[in-house]
């Protein structure tokens, strides 16, 4: 009997994933869809910034290499692309995508971009709002912001795919929309059709993060249950849904890691504040009823996703620049490293306030003891250790002196002090959130390649 589901692939989980798994899935998964989702929350506001050095720049910097390397196969076996690696200039990224297709033998190909999440004016005009993690008001903000970003929805993507384009191409969208969309278009579900919806956005929630689906950041050595298999070869997930929404769940037989009830688990979990009221774009999702039920090897079942109809606003990042980061690093080895490098930490602080220089938070790190649990993780005395300190602050030459000063231990301060330090400054871009009435967005399509402009 012939198998009637849609197959939807996760080609990547983030902006600096590997290549490879999507690369075979489109070779050999039998996939219909394969959706790369690499935005976090900075990504945009860094992007933009790009744009703004250059005009044609601005989408993710691996768009050219990931489209080198899967078009053809996906080309060749009727694979069509959805991906947010528009970034902060979906229509550049669309010719790009259109030039590597034309390189690659592929004239025919055509690529959407997407745009209207970009609301930065429409927020500018609206100094009241309210930000959600500080309850200012977004105008204390407006001279030091860079770029405002509506979550869009599936609503989005599916004006992409309407156009037949076989890459679909968008800027800020949630992510379980991006794999929630594709559903939608095959199966012509309406918006209001919540059964399905949850479905597809539970869906979209588990193969977002791609690997850690299949084992990724489950693996963990040290304990039994938590072994994965061939991690140097992971394979990403691959969802099978159908016209009712029934979900199942599996990876590409031959490659690494492991898709089960216990990896399935963890990523319904990841990063979910209310598991009975899940807020995206297209609907509130319930995961509180769902049910996960390995069905074969390397297959789990998914049923009980129920969902409520979408908030009436979006939410919009706001990013906003925060000044610099200035770092410094250095390692010591032997015994005493560690009150080596305490001392060393003091003495560079001393000679920051002797420079009059000031910050607005200092972070102190002997890396291996305290960095991660903090001073009172009763770690035992390490034979080498490595001191960082990490200063933010307005001033640019203030952030600079961190690492200035840290590479002056070398002649400078303790004994034993070395090990390729490092001195760096980095602009600092913040984010946080506001809610804006869906009307401000306008929703804008352009289809480039096979004849079209």
């Known amino acids: 009997m012939t198998d009637l589901r849609l197959r939807i692939g996760a080609g990547a989980g983030f902006a600096d994933d590997r290549i490879e798994p999507a690369v075979a899935m489109a070779e050999a998964g039998a996939v219909d869809y394969l959706v790369f989702e690499c935005l976090a929350e900075r990504t945009v506001a860094r992007e933009v910034q790009a744009r703004h050095a250059d005009p044609d720049a601005g989408f993710n910097p691996h768009l050219r290499a990931r489209m080198q390397a899967v078009l053809p196969a996906a080309a060749r076996n009727g694979v069509r692309i959805v991906s947010n690696m ?21 004239p025919h190909l055509r690529a959407a971009a997407v745009t209207g999440d970009d609301v930065t ?59 929630l969309a594709p559903a939608m278009h095959h199966f ?41 298999p061939g991690m140097d070869d992971i394979g990403n997930p691959i969802a099978l849904i159908g016209k009712d929404g029934a979900l199942e769940l599996t990876k590409l037989p031959g490659t690494g890691g492991r898709l089960d009830r216990r990896t399935a688990t963890e990523q319904l979990l ?39 109809g979408p908030p009436e606003q979006l939410k919009v990042l706001v990013a906003y620049a925060e000044g610099f980061i200035g770092e410094g690093q250095v390692g010591y ?6 009150e080596r490098a305490k001392l060393a930490a003091q003495v560079v602080q001393d000679r920051l306030r002797r420079r009059g220089f000031t910050y607005d938070e200092m972070r102190v790190d002997l890396i291996g003891c305290t960095s991660l649990h903090g001073a009172a993780s009763g770690t035992s005395e390490p034979y080498e250790v490595r001191l960082r300190i990490a200063a933010r602050c307005r001033d640019r030459a203030a952030a600079a002196a961190v690492g200035f000063e840290v590479r002056a231990m070398h ?35 352009e289809v480039f390649g096979g004849g079209q402009a």
């Open 411 to 445: 002649v400078n301060g303790p004994t034993g002090g070395g090990g390729g330090s490092v001195a760096s400054v980095r602009n600092v871009m913040a984010v946080q959130s506001v809610m804006v009435p869906r009307d401000l967005i306008r929703l804008g399509v």
């Open 188 to 228: 012509g579900w309406g918006a209001d059709d919540l059964d399905r919806i949850a479905a597809g956005t539970v869906m979209g929630h588990l193969l977002e993060c791609a690997a850690q689906l299949t084992g990724g950041c489950f693996a963990d050595p040290t304990r039994p249950e938590k072994q994965v």
């Open 333 to 338: 080895a032997g015994i005493g490293a560690v």
């Open 121 to 179: 004016d429409a927020v500018r005009a609206r100094p009241d709002l309210v930000l959600m993690e500080s309850g200012d008001p977004v105008e204390s903000l407006l001279p030091d912001m860079v770029s405002a970003n509506a979550y869009l929805g599936a609503d989005a993507v599916l004006a992409g795919l309407e156009t037949g384009a076989e890459v679909v191409l968008t800027g800020r969208v949630a992510d379980p929309s991006l794999f």
């Open 270 to 308: 990841y990063e979910v504040h209310d598991p009975a009221r899940y807020i995206t774009p297209d609907c509130t999702l319930d995961m509180t009823g769902i049910d996960l039920v390995e069905t074969g090897h390397d297959r789990v079942q998914v049923t009980g996703a129920r969902a409520d």
């Open 86 to 106: 528009g970034a902060a200039n979906p229509v550049a990224a669309a010719r790009a995508t259109v030039a590597v297709a034309a390189e690659l033998g592929l």
